[in-house]
């Protein structure tokens, strides 16, 4: 099965900054949208951030002005840069490419990663 990797998660006060990194394994192709995810304890996983291969970009109302996406869709890798970060950024922060691979094709999520903001 193909995994997606991230990092760049960690520990950091409010106003800093995190850079998150998500790489597949392998390679997944006719990859549609790649995007960010973020669930907070208690609380329902929600959209951080898409990128289509156009280079469209889509974020959550939150995050607008704070948060850049970018990426490579042929290399399977998706950034996200956040800035000013706040309290309420903490989260587990999850990479999503959705595209086709040898075993079919559907959404790929991976493990994901912590991010939390001290105040």
């Known amino acids: 099965q193909v995994q997606l990797v991230e990092s760049g998660g960690g520990l950091v006060q409010a106003g800093g900054s995190l850079r998150l990194s998500c790489a597949a394994s392998e390679s997944i192709f006719s990859v549609n949208a790649m995007g960010w995810y973020r669930q907070a304890p208690g609380k329902q996983r929600e959209l951080v951030a898409t990128?289509?291969?156009?280079?469209?970009?889509e974020y959550g109302d939150s995050v607008k002005g704070r948060f850049t996406i970018s990426g490579d869709h042929a290399k399977n890798t998706v950034f996200l840069q956040m800035n000013s970060l706040k309290g309420e950024d903490t989260a587990v922060y999850y990479c999503?490419?959705?595209?086709?691979?040898?075993?079919?094709?559907?959404?790929?999520w991976g493990q994901g990663t912590q991010v939390t903001v001290s105040t």
């Open positions: 999503s490419q959705e595209g086709c691979t040898a075993y079919g094709c559907y959404p790929h």
């Open positions: 990128i289509t291969p156009g280079g469209d970009t």
